[in-house]
């Protein structure tokens, strides 16, 4: 039995159940263990958690930086980050879903030490605005709301997106990014026009 095996099974049941509703009992069972052997690779839920929520964050933000390391023009670089991320909601969707809705359920210092990592992660994303209003490819705008924006409509996508919907998430990508790019008004309905 992998450490990484018994965090993909608690991160299906925490996304199932809830983290307060899911017992150690419950854990040992999707991986075949004996609640006492599964103490010998974890020491609780508290750990698991922090651990899922690490693993999550890690691969966003290598997403994410593998993209703004790039010499791409920044709509570019915005769509490909918008790929990245909705791929990997998408494609670890229990992770998402725990890094999305269990953070709460973590103890005050390991929700503290989380929160900066996250911020971390979010910071990326503003840096990305910031050099795209710098660029004057995109429109002057608040890098903190335009993140909290952006972050926050594909972040709802673990509760509504269905594979075999009638749009495939990478399409879903492309439509938010257009969306954010080039916004509901038509060139003619624009007050600047």
Known sequence: MQRSDILQAAA?????????????????????LQKASLYHHITGKQEILHAILDHALDLLIADLEEVVATDLPPEEKLRRAMHAYVGRLIQDADLAAVLLLEYRSLEKKARAQHIKRRD???HIWRNLIKEGVEEKAFQPVDDVVATF?????????????????PLTAEQLADRFCDLFLYGLLTHEGHPDT
Do not use: C, P
């Not at 594909?154 to 594979?163: A, E, G, S």
């Open 149 to 165: 924006a952006l972050l926050g409509v594909q972040n709802w996508m673990i509760t509504w997106f269905k594979r075999g919907g």
């Open 12 to 32: 299906q049941i925490f996304r199932q159940k809830g983290y307060h509703a899911t017992s150690m009992q419950d854990i040992a069972d999707a991986v075949h």
């Open 120 to 122: 971390r992660y979010e």
